[in-house]
């Protein structure tokens, strides 16, 4: 099994919003999105934000990244 899996990664990321709120994520894409477009960018030569072992693939290290909350989701209306 994965760790974290896409549950834990969506409480994680929605840990801080308010009752009444709209997460900032919904959806299992979300997370697959956004933790594909950061291991795209450690691929293209950005440094990775948190600590991780030689041979880890940019996709874990993405993953643990925003498990860490060394990245953020940014709720859509924010980005528009």
């Known amino acids: 099994m994965i760790h974290p899996s896409y549950?834990?990664?969506?409480?994680?990321?929605?840990?801080?919003v308010e009752v009444g709120e709209e997460p900032v994520v919904n959806s299992r894409?979300?997370?697959?999105?956004a933790t594909a477009k950061r291991a795209r960018q450690i691929i293209d030569g950005a440094d990775p934000l948190i600590k991780y072992q030689k041979g880890d693939k940019p996709l874990s290290i993405a993953v643990n990244e925003l498990n860490d909350g060394a990245i953020k989701i940014l709720n859509e209306e924010v980005n528009n």
């Open 7 to 16: 549950v834990e990664l969506m409480e994680k990321v929605n840990e801080n």
């Open 29 to 33: 894409y979300t997370i697959v999105a």
